[in-house]
């Protein structure tokens, strides 16, 4: 018998190899909607924050811990995705998962207090923090290699356009109905992604494995302090205050420990092996910097268009979108592209794509109109798209199967902490920024300046009015060159990561098909 035959025969058996599962295209709408589902409570509470306020008895400070708890619980238990999934099986994991998530999000939202929102939506975090990885682990097992970059567009689709539509939505929720309807809408979208799992998704096998209590303890505590100190840096002044301190002390002490003993146990709740795959390695430091522009982007647009120019939470939606519209039809693109285009080169025209938009976007002025916007964020979805998909096919490519559900589960926590760390990094260079553009704006406002003696001369004589609405245009104007640097930062990263590409290895035509075990 031929090596093919018996690999043939070899995923026969188990059920699992992607020429013996039945009913591919519906077991991608149920992994799909789930994982939609999932990303989408990453960023539609967001908008809902200021009417659940009253609602809970929460200030504004403490009202954050409805994000923070969520992304806490889901980066700590994102790395459990592949021990649970050998322990007890993929579609046991996932369907328990879904179930899980749907209840979590029926009791947010029926919530009577900050505490109990904050218990639920940790309960959310921990079971949804399975289903993005899980739900890329299903579609590369149950499509052949020739199909994986078809497969990844569909599933990068959902990863990318849940959060940029994840404000508009939930925005339109809490104006139309009640922000409790942000956490309601979960529960048609995970019954009918729960049938579908159901009914089609494929058994894997169960390959208990010892769990590494001292190895999970440590990146746990790494993760949930690098979390915290992201999340609540910018409210306490970051090292100013000893909280941080501490936050920053057991993320460096939980990291090196836990790389210790990956490097020295000879059972690491991780498999070290996964980081001798240079392809997903440097995949790894390719999806850190998709996370970084991607949601730090999503976090600076919204406040902008509001506070400098007036948009309403609906308006901001609209004219966002475009952004999912390149995404979407860049992965469509490209999901066809990448088995005739050299990965390598699809990736690096998207990071030129980012770039230009980014580029276009220093140009953003408080005069300007909506078109500016939407170009450039038309460009940059294409861009991100164009990244994306190539770049978790290549990173796949070459590692054993069997890894799939660490590796995934490793991705997206990488993904996640990029963003959270482009998040804070842009959140304190525009608070930092405003202050000095301010300073030096308002250094040029003196009545012997001949420009403001021209532009109003009520301002020169002390007029209060005058001088309120000359100091309206220095914040305004100190806050659109602070937004414009956050831009730039944002593309000078995005240009130090093209080099890496190079360092990526283009898969062979013809791969020895693997052995699911």
Same mark, same amino acid.
């Given at each position: 018998m031929t090596g093919r035959a018996q690999a043939?025969?070899?995923?026969?058996?188990?059920?699992?190899?992607?020429?013996?599962?039945?009913?591919?295209?519906?077991?991608?709408?149920?992994?799909?909607?789930?994982?939609?589902?999932?990303?989408?409570?990453?960023?539609?509470?967001?908008?809902?924050?200021?009417?659940?306020?009253?609602?809970?008895?929460?200030?504004?400070?403490?009202?954050?811990?409805?994000?923070?708890?969520?992304?806490?619980?889901?980066?700590? @238990?994102?790395?459990?995705?592949?021990?649970?999934?050998?322990?007890?099986?993929?579609?046991?994991?996932?369907?328990?998962?879904?179930?899980?998530?749907?209840?979590?999000?029926?009791?947010?939202?029926?919530?009577?207090?900050?505490?109990? @929102?904050?218990?639920?939506?940790?309960?959310?975090?921990?079971?949804?923090?399975?289903?993005? *990885?899980?739900?890329?682990?299903?579609?590369?097992?149950?499509?052949?290699?020739?199909?994986?970059?078809?497969?990844?567009?569909?599933?990068?689709?959902?990863?990318?356009?849940?959060?940029?539509?994840?404000?508009?939505?939930?925005?339109?929720?809490?104006?139309?109905?009640?922000?409790?309807?942000?956490?309601?809408?979960?529960?048609?979208?995970?019954?009918?992604?729960?049938?579908?799992?159901?009914?089609?998704? *494929?058994?894997?096998?169960?390959?208990?494995? !010892?769990?590494?209590?001292?190895?999970?303890?440590?990146?746990?505590?790494?993760?949930?302090?690098?979390?915290?100190?992201?999340?609540?840096?910018?409210?306490?002044?970051?090292?100013?205050?000893?909280?941080?301190?501490?936050?920053?002390?057991?993320?460096?002490?939980?990291?090196?420990?836990?790389?210790?003993?990956?490097?020295?146990?000879?059972?690491?709740?991780?498999?070290?092996?996964?980081?001798?795959?240079?392809?997903?390695?440097?995949?790894?430091?390719?999806?850190?910097?998709?996370?970084?522009?991607?949601?730090?982007?999503?976090?600076?647009? *919204?406040?902008?268009?509001?506070?400098?120019?007036?948009?309403?939470?609906?308006?901001?939606?609209?004219?966002?979108?475009? !952004?999912?519209?390149?995404?979407?039809?860049?992965?469509?693109?490209?999901?066809?592209?990448?088995? @005739?285009?050299?990965?390598?080169?699809?990736?690096?025209?998207?990071?030129?794509?980012?770039?230009?938009?980014?580029?276009?976007?220093?140009?953003?002025?408080?005069?300007m109109g909506a078109g500016p916007i939407i170009?450039?964020?038309?460009?940059?979805?294409?861009?991100?798209?164009?990244?994306?998909?190539?770049?978790?096919?290549?990173?796949?490519?070459?590692?054993?199967? !069997?890894?799939?559900?660490?590796?995934?589960s490793l991705f997206s926590l990488v993904r996640?902490?990029?963003?959270?760390?482009?998040?804070?990094?842009?959140?304190?260079?525009?608070?930092?920024?405003?202050?000095?553009?301010?300073?030096?704006?308002?250094?040029?406002?003196?009545?012997?300046?001949?420009?403001?003696?021209?532009?109003?001369?009520?301002?020169?004589?002390?007029?209060?009015?005058?001088?309120?609405?000359?100091?309206?245009?220095?914040?305004?104007?100190?806050?659109?060159?602070?937004?414009?640097?956050?831009?730039?930062?944002? @593309?000078?990263?995005?240009?130090?990561?093209?080099?890496?590409?190079?360092?990526?290895? !283009?898969?062979?035509?013809?791969?020895?098909?693997?052995?699911?075990?």
């Amino acid at each position: 018998m031929t090596g093919r035959a018996q690999a043939a025969q070899a995923t026969t058996t188990d059920g699992t190899g992607p020429d013996a599962v039945p009913h591919r295209g519906l077991i991608t709408v149920s992994v799909m909607l789930a994982t939609i589902m999932q990303v989408l409570d990453t960023t539609i509470a967001n908008v809902a924050l200021p009417s659940m306020t009253g609602d809970l008895g929460a200030s504004r400070d403490t009202i954050n811990w409805v994000l923070t708890s969520y992304i806490v619980a889901a980066a700590i @238990m994102t790395p459990m995705t592949g021990w649970l999934s050998d322990r007890f099986g993929r579609k046991q994991l996932f369907i328990t998962s879904v179930v899980g998530f749907v209840v979590a999000s029926m009791l947010c939202g029926v919530s009577w207090s900050l505490t109990s @929102m904050v218990g639920f939506r940790i309960l959310q975090g921990v079971f949804g923090a399975a289903i993005v *990885p899980l739900s890329q682990t299903f579609l590369l097992d149950i499509n052949p290699k020739e199909r994986h970059g078809q497969a990844m567009a569909m599933w990068g689709a959902g990863i990318m356009v849940g959060p940029i539509i994840g404000p508009t939505l939930g925005g339109w929720l809490t104006e139309s109905f009640n922000w409790r309807w942000v956490f309601f809408i979960n529960l048609p979208v995970g019954i009918l992604a729960l049938l579908g799992c159901l009914a089609y998704l *494929p058994k894997s096998p169960i390959r208990p494995r !010892r769990f590494d209590f001292f190895g999970f303890a440590m990146l746990t505590v790494a993760i949930g302090a690098l979390q915290l100190m992201l999340d609540r840096g910018a409210e306490v002044e970051w090292f100013a205050a000893v909280e941080i301190w501490i936050y920053g002390f057991l993320t460096l002490t939980g990291f090196w420990v836990f790389g210790v003993h990956l490097a020295t146990s000879r059972e690491p709740f991780i498999d070290p092996r996964i980081f001798a795959d240079r392809n997903f390695l440097t995949g790894l430091v390719f999806i850190f910097v998709i996370g970084v522009i991607l949601l730090a982007s999503l976090a600076l647009l *919204p406040p902008m268009l509001s506070n400098i120019f007036g948009y309403p939470t609906i308006t901001t939606g609209l004219v966002m979108a475009p !952004r999912g519209v390149g995404t979407m039809l860049s992965m469509i693109l490209v999901g066809r592209l990448v088995r @005739m285009v050299d990965a390598r080169l699809l990736v690096v025209a998207g990071l030129a794509l980012t770039i230009l938009s980014l580029d276009m976007m220093t140009g953003f002025s408080p005069q300007m109109g909506a078109g500016p916007i939407i170009h450039s964020g038309l460009v940059q979805g294409m861009g991100l798209g164009l990244v994306f998909v190539p770049l978790s096919t290549v990173a796949f490519a070459t590692l054993d199967a !069997r890894f799939r559900a660490d590796a995934t589960s490793l991705f997206s926590l990488v993904r996640n902490i990029g963003s959270s760390i482009g998040i804070s990094v842009v959140t304190v260079m525009l608070t930092r920024n405003v202050q000095i553009n301010h300073a030096e704006l308002g250094a040029a406002v003196n009545p012997f300046n001949p420009s403001l003696q021209a532009l109003s001369p009520q301002a020169v004589q002390g007029g209060v009015a005058a001088l309120t609405q000359i100091d309206g245009l220095v914040n305004q104007q100190a806050l659109m060159i602070s937004y414009i640097d956050d831009f730039k930062l944002m @593309m000078i990263v995005t240009m130090c990561a093209v080099p890496l590409a190079l360092l990526l290895r !283009r898969p062979q035509a013809e791969a020895a098909p693997v052995h699911m075990e």
